[in-house]
């Protein structure tokens, strides 16, 4: 099956820094590859997400790449702010697993005003 | 109106003990899912369903059976609760069985004593 690893596991940044997020995956099937923000206290929340067919893909503050061939993606996260605190997690799924999605094991960002 | 609510946010109670968690959606969508997240913060699938019917079942324990009575629901029931069943249980939805986006509850943060 998939295994989906995620470094590091905390991170804390000054404000107004970048923050980057990596993951690696097993499975040369997978193709779908989201990213997901967990507030304290509160369920997972997509924030970006990437499919096999596309290199890099952004959204205001925030960056996801993806390199296929040597399976990994990361999330950039720049300007920080105090709010984007959080625990993320990266994930992998394709069409055979369905909708089973892998999940790495999670950052933990701090950003420090 | 919450999008996937579960119900209760927590639940305190001893070992041997049989409990419930319940998960409603209000969203249309077809396919429902249990996550496990414990402490280190790993998200673990344990089941999914998809217009009622059971399409994924991990590993898990059979004392954990989970019920559709409809689409927009999900139920998890626990027999024979131990200490290692301490976690944070999130419900979630997707559109679709297929690579999409999930919507996840705001979890139920069970303690087994």
């Known amino acids: 099956g998939e295994n989906v690893e995620q470094h590091p596991s905390t991170l804390s940044v000054q404000e107004g820094d970048s923050a980057v997020i990596k993951c690696t995956y097993s499975?040369?099937?997978?193709?779908?590859f989201p990213w997901y923000k967990q507030e304290l206290g509160k369920g997972p929340q997509l924030i970006i997400d990437i499919r096999s067919n596309v290199g890099e893909k952004k959204d205001q503050r925030i960056a996801v790449t993806l390199n296929k061939t040597a399976k990994h993606f990361s999330l950039h996260i720049t300007e920080t702010q105090p709010e984007d605190s959080a625990v993320y997690f990266c994930?992998?799924?394709?069409?055979?697993?369905?909708?089973?999605?892998?999940f790495g094991t999670g950052t933990s960002l701090t950003v420090i005003p | 109106d919450t999008a996937v609510s579960q119900t209760p946010k927590y639940l305190v109670t001893q070992m041997g003990n049989d409990k419930s968690i319940k998960c409603e959606q209000n969203?249309?969508?077809?396919?429902m899912y249990w996550y496990k997240q414990d402490s280190k913060k790993f998200l673990k699938i344990m089941f999914s369903y998809n217009n009622k019917e059971l399409i994924i079942n991990e590993t898990v324990p059979n004392r954990f059976s989970p019920k559709s009575p409809d689409k927009a629901h999900l139920n998890l029931h626990i027999n024979s609760l131990e200490l290692g069943d301490s976690a944070v249980y999130f419900c979630?939805?997707?559109?679709?069985?297929?690579?999409?986006?999930?919507?996840f509850g705001s979890g139920t943060q069970l303690s087994v004593l």
């Open positions: 969203l249309g969508h077809d396919t």
């Open positions: 499975d040369s099937a997978s193709n779908y």
């Open positions: 994930a992998a799924s394709n069409k055979v697993t369905g909708n089973q999605f892998y």
């Open positions: 979630a939805s997707s559109q679709r069985r297929a690579i999409e986006k999930l919507f």
